[in-house]
């Protein structure tokens, strides 16, 4: 039960948990049944309706959403706007999820949100509804934080999906953001790009603007009929609407059309060639808010946003030449294989490979991605304590059916860490495939700078 526990976060922390984390750790245990969107409606009526009088930036996509939802908080932030940001999953602590201007909320503030809704839980419950689920619980906390902060915006991530996601009982949002389509969780949105672009084009209310990636062509008919039913003002992003202008060791500098047709150059700060395409979405997306009065940006705040934003575990550079990406589903590793190719073709050099996956994921299709498209040196697969992990030795298979260097199976994340770094050489070296792992090197990371500290 404890490992089931785990499924709906980070990874396990070897360290005392408050009273919040204690029992959200233990929410999967007793319920496991989720409230319909009419019932979490009410548990958000019992709260005052606090949404209906916040400005919410909500963002659904398959891939991009989290850095999407950095951009903009960094960017409204240098406009002197307060932005209170809600995420999922976190990597290594639950209040990771509920950000001020992009720094996690104080304690206090998380833990008074969390008394809040459990004492709704418990009302709710007495008239007859079903406890909170894990992510129903933190939405509530999440309206609870923000409530209480008063941002001056709201910037929301759906959870799985949009359609029927807990998110999406928010009834006016100021803007909808759809990021990029891809295959990833079928099982609960569809086996078509067509399905998950209905579901994720759910979000869209009437009459309010959508931006979206318009990179996928069954998604685009798909967006592109919703919102035509519903009213909404559309601003599809292209890859025209972008121009890369110079490669740096930071990260490109690239040319933006913006929604006034004019243009901002920005540097991104990554090495990851699908931030190209989040940042454009993004500055777009600021763009509207500008355009329909909602919120003033100048050029100056979208340049100095892009540049000073930070989105951890996203092609994250830890060492010089060692980088952690969550990338955990097909089009997250084809978008990674595009950079690390890019990045082998610039510097010669071979990669080294760490690696991990949840079993409903579709691995053995990423591994052959990664394989036939990257020189990949040595392979290093962590064992995790969490249920829902692939098989390690399964995977390893995977990879020696499609490499011939060595692939090495390691009993922890730390033993994995440690060879991982020893077999790279002078070589590239990424750890990729899933969130988890990349919250486990993370923590493991944090655990020995404290160590040094001392």
């Known amino acids: 039960m404890e490992a089931r526990a785990r499924e709906r976060g980070g990874p396990k922390r070897e360290m005392p948990m408050n009273k919040a984390d204690a029992y959200l750790e233990n929410i999967p245990m007793w319920a496991d049944k989720k409230n319909s969107l009419t019932d979490i409606r009410r548990y958000l009526e019992e709260m005052g309706n606090p949404d209906d009088s916040m400005r919410i930036i909500h963002v659904a996509g398959t891939n991009g959403k989290g850095s999407v939802c950095a951009y903009l908080t960094s960017m409204l ?23 001020l201007n992009g720094e996690m909320v104080d304690e206090e503030v998380y833990e008074d949100a969390f008394e809040r809704v459990r004492a709704l839980s418990d009302t709710m419950t007495a008239k007859g509804l079903n406890p909170p689920t894990y992510f129903e619980f933190l939405f509530y906390m999440c309206m609870a934080v923000n409530e209480r902060c008063r941002p001056d915006f709201v910037i929301l991530e759906t959870g799985l999906g949009g359609r029927l996601d807990v998110t999406n009982v928010i009834r006016r949002p100021v803007l909808t953001v759809l990021t990029s389509i891809s295959m990833d969780h079928m099982q609960y949105l569809g086996n078509t790009l067509a399905e998950i672009a209905g579901e994720k084009a759910g979000i869209l209310k ?61 540097e991104v700060p990554s090495q990851a060639e699908y931030q190209m395409m989040n940042v454009t979405v993004a500055v777009r997306a600021v763009g ?63 990669v080294s490979l760490m690696f991990g996956a949840m079993s409903d994921k579709a691995h053995e299709t990423m591994i052959r ?61 990424f750890c990729a495939g899933s969130l988890y792992l990349v919250g486990a090197v993370k923590s493991l990371l944090n655990e020995e700078n404290e160590h040094d500290q001392f």
């Open 206 to 266: 009437p009459g309010v603007p959508v931006v979206y990636d318009a990179s996928c062509r069954e998604g685009v008919a798909v967006i592109t009929r919703r919102a035509e039913q519903l009213g909404c003002p559309m601003l599809p992003v292209r890859r025209e609407d972008y121009m890369l202008l110079e490669r740096r060791k930071e990260g490109p500098r690239i040319a933006i059309r913006t929604v006034d047709g004019g243009q901002v150059v920005v």
């Open 369 to 429: 991605k990664l394989c036939r498209e990257i020189r990949i040196s040595h392979v290093t697969i962590a064992r995790m304590d969490t249920a829902r992990y692939a098989d390690v030795g399964l995977l390893a298979e995977e990879f020696r059916r499609e490499l011939g260097c060595p692939v090495e199976v390691c009993a922890s994340v730390e033993e994995a860490w440690g060879s991982f770094l020893k077999h790279r050489g002078e070589g590239l070296a």
């Open 288 to 350: 509207v808010l500008r355009s329909r009065r909602i919120a003033w940006l100048s050029p100056e705040d979208v340049v100095r946003g892009i540049r000073s934003s930070y989105w951890p575990g996203r092609m994250e550079e830890v060492m010089p030449g060692v980088y952690l990406d969550g990338a955990h589903n097909e089009g997250g590793i084809a978008a990674l294989a595009a950079t690390i190719r890019r990045m082998q073709q610039e510097t010669g050099k071979d």
């Open 77 to 99: 932030h240098e406009a002197s706007f307060t932005a209170g940001t809600f995420i999922s999953p976190h990597l290594e602590v639950t209040r990771e999820r509920f950000l």
